[in-house]
């Protein structure tokens, strides 16, 4: 019966989303519609909106306990990176924003060690909840990833780690902060400030100097959840200060069905592969696309 398993798609997602104030279920009803068109209007002024308080309270322990449990099994992977996630350029000064190369030390778990009862999977995988990002960033369908390491990750930050200043490749990225350090750890950005038309080397090279009039500082908390277009935001995520770690969970979607990274992607930032990327390997992949670092 078609209208029963509505109901039950519908009533998964409760309890673990603050439905009263994030309709997710409902789309096309008039709170639906309006939390969309407030979200893209932030989105194209910022590129960025944060729905505070998307898990309710309720839920936040549980939701803390999930990536406390799964946080051990983070492969870290130490990478010099600049904010191109490129190669330096000898032509440059080395004050340059390409020569500016500095550590990533987070560590990532794979979605395969994420269960589909923990409450990150359910809402990621939920079609209400994937039907609302595609209508928050404007596309008509979304998918989840077809790669069981990439799909669904945890990205953890021990005392002293970082993520520096960088772009992303991926379109839009969707984390949800389940865990927050006791210092550290803060999200910052410049909106905004390459375009396809230019990269603005300039303004960068100041940003990484240190000037901080142009950066937004997100105060993220557990349940929180972020929508940005991290391709013309220059951003980065603090040192996190203090013993506690702090986790974000990522949900990775694409624009087509079936996407898988490359097997040298996974091998580089999980430590292993799927058996899709042995096979893949084998086979030889005859694609350009790749994920985001
Ligand atoms: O953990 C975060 O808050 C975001 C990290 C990030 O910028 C990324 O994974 O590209
Ligand atoms: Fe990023």
Redesign the pocket.
């Known amino acids: 019966m078609q209208a029963t398993a509505d109901v039950q798609t519908t009533n998964t997602l409760d309890g673990l989303i603050d439905l009263t104030r994030y309709p997710v279920d409902d789309v096309d009803g008039e709170a639906g519609r309006a939390l969309i068109a407030q979200c893209r209007r932030q989105l194209d002024e910022d590129g960025c909106v944060v729905l505070k308080n998307f898990v309710p309270k309720k839920a936040l322990a549980r939701l803390e306990a999930e990536t406390e449990r799964l946080s051990p099994e983070a492969h870290y992977n130490q990478i010099e990176t600049n904010p191109y996630n490129s190669a330096g350029d000898p032509e440059k000064p080395l004050s340059h924003p390409v020569n500016r190369f500095d550590d990533r030390t987070n560590g990532f778990v794979a979605g395969d060690r994420i269960d589909g009862d923990t409450i990150i999977r359910q809402v990621y995988e939920h079609p209400d909840f994937q039907r609302f990002i595609g209508a928050v960033v404007g596309m008509e369908e979304i998918h989840q990833y077809a790669d069981p390491l990439a799909d669904l990750v945890v990205?953890v930050?021990r005392e002293g780690c970082q993520?520096p200043w960088?772009y992303?490749t991926n379109e839009f990225?969707v984390?949800m902060?389940t865990r927050q350090s006791h210092g550290g750890g803060r999200?910052e950005y410049a909106s905004g400030i390459r375009s396809p038309e230019g990269e603005n080397f300039a303004e960068v090279e100041k940003v990484i100097d240190g000037d901080r009039t142009r950066l937004k500082s997100l105060d993220?908390q557990p349940g929180d959840l972020?929508v940005f277009f991290?391709r013309y935001s220059l951003?980065?995520?603090t040192p996190v200060e203090g013993d506690k770690e702090r986790h974000?969970v990522?949900f990775a979607y694409a624009k087509e069905p079936g996407f898988i990274g490359r097997p040298e992607r996974a091998q580089r930032i999980f430590g292993r592969m799927a058996p899709v990327h042995e096979r893949l390997l084998e086979e030889g992949m005859d694609r350009s696309d790749s994920l985001?670092?």
């Open positions: 990205n930050l993520h960088h992303d990225i984390t902060m999200f993220l972020q991290g951003h980065r995520v974000t990522i985001a670092d």
